[in-house]
């Protein structure tokens, strides 16, 4: 009897798990967004009054004439429609907590702050993130699955560093380690692993992929937030980059490394990376050899000193440094034409992770605001394709064409008249789509 009992009661619990509303999205068979002017996210122009018919996940069709479907109606009252923002350098599970508590909080509790800011981010407008370590995957399949209410992530999962490189959180107490011995608690919980020799790299690198990484992510040189490893600091040699370079080129996809200084990039090409993060403190024949090879630079517009208040004096002389190259970043990167992803790179603060549209639109300093919403959108979009046959979204992100999956922004207002329009999205993103389901809706009476 109790054996016929167990599976009816295990059935219903999952019907009920089943019916669990995605928190805020709407499923609608198919979605008509009327007369809205549209910005694809490749030209800077906007169309003419439009019609834009979403169904399932995908833009279906749109076009200057009425069209005839059965679907929920959105009168976009001539405003602009754009496709969903993406941020090319993310940590969706370190933006809430602090440095500490990101090592020592429970798993769960961890887990649940980073759904509630995976929300916040989606509410920015942020539909796709490329995330460049901490480990996510639960995060990212909760969000999938509908159970929280989020951004697409292409997770890299683990940071791979050397002892004492950059994303070595380790105290000092923790030397040496016995090789072969106990993991740290950073690497537990899959938030950063230590590899000092090309095998450690490739197993490393190999963990990553079996959890689902679309990317692999490499401290190849000094950081900011990082108290062992000063900024000029070079760390993997060439073998150990490519070693992972060998194990993710097996497994379809990239190698992306955390670099700011020439000798750190270009040891990262000449091993095979395709996408360099930062890149701050390069120089000109540097920028030229990323031109000449195709390889990506992912970099952010670090303008002030705020990101750095949580840290002390020496990483904050360091942040004083990368701040100073951006400029010279930005400058080199449009001189030399190497293809350039926006990201923000937010870490340990809500605070700056609320500002995180406003970083968007100080790109206006380099680009102007058309350039910096297609970089934000269609370019981005064009990087996280790079993780081909393992990208978790297959399909056209950043764009508004026919075909394309949905995720696509009303706003009130022209942000390419008035970029600044994206700082405050909780009052000018009137409607949020995210694969064809709608997380927001003002215009909802
Ligand atoms: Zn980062």
New binding site residues.
């Given amino acids: 009897m109790s054996g016929l009992r167990k599976p009816v009661v295990l059935a219903s619990i999952v019907m009920s798990l089943a019916a669990w509303p995605p928190a805020q999205a709407q499923q609608s068979p198919a979605v008509l967004f009327q007369n809205v002017r549209i910005f694809d996210g490749k030209n800077g122009a906007l169309s003419p009054p439009s019609n834009v018919l979403v169904r399932n996940n995908r833009t279906e069709r749109f076009s200057a004439a009425a069209i005839a479907a059965d679907a929920q109606m959105i009168n976009g009252g001539g405003r602009v429609l754009m496709p969903g923002l993406i941020d090319a350098?993310?940590?969706a599970m370190?933006v809430r907590p602090t440095p500490a508590a990101a090592l020592v909080d429970d798993v769960g509790y961890t887990n649940l702050l980073a759904g509630a800011e995976a929300t916040s981010t989606l509410m920015r407008g942020f539909t796709t993130v490329r995330d460049?370590?901490g480990p996510a995957f639960g995060l990212k399949r909760a969000i999938d699955d509908g159970l929280v209410a989020g951004p697409r992530i292409y997770p890299s999962g683990a940071?791979i560093t050397i002892t004492g490189g950059h994303g070595d959180f380790r105290h000092l107490s923790d030397l040496p380690r016995t090789i072969g011995g106990m993991l740290s608690r950073m690497e537990k919980i899959g938030a950063s692993m230590v590899a000092d020799s090309p095998d450690e790299v490739r197993v490393r690198a190999r963990e990553q992929l079996m959890q689902g990484a679309s990317q692999v992510?490499l401290t190849a040189g000094g950081?900011v937030a990082s108290p062992f490893s000063p900024l000029d600091v070079s760390t993997f040699t060439e073998p150990e980059l490519r070693a992972a370079v060998e194990a993710a080129d097996n497994w379809g996809t990239y190698v992306a490394t955390?670099a700011y200084t020439p000798v750190s990039i270009q040891r990262s090409i000449a091993a095979g990376v395709r996408c360099i993060?930062?890149g701050h403190l390069m120089d000109e024949a540097t920028a030229r050899l990323m031109a000449e090879k195709g390889i990506w630079l992912s970099t952010q517009p670090f303008l002030d000193l705020s990101a750095a208040s949580g840290l002390g004096p020496a990483e904050q002389a360091k942040m004083r440094q990368v701040v100073t190259g951006t400029d010279t970043v930005y400058a080199l990167a449009k001189k030399y034409r190497i293809k350039t992803a926006f990201?923000t790179?937010v870490?340990f603060s809500r605070a700056l992770a609320e500002r995180q549209g406003a970083m968007l639109a100080s790109m206006t300093r380099w680009y102007t605001p058309a350039e910096a919403l297609i970089m934000a959108t269609s370019t981005n979009a064009e990087l996280v394709g790079l993780s081909g046959k393992r990208n978790p979204y297959p399909g056209k992100l950043g764009v508004v064409e026919e075909g394309a999956l949905a995720d696509l922004l009303l706003v009130d207002g022209n942000p390419i008249d008035n970029i600044r329009l994206i700082e405050d999205p909780a009052k000018n993103f009137l409607v949020i789509m995210k694969d064809g389901k709608i997380y927001k809706n003002l215009l909802q009476r």
């Fill in positions: 350098h993310w940590h370190l460049m370590g940071v992510k950081g955390h993060e930062h990201g790179d870490l």
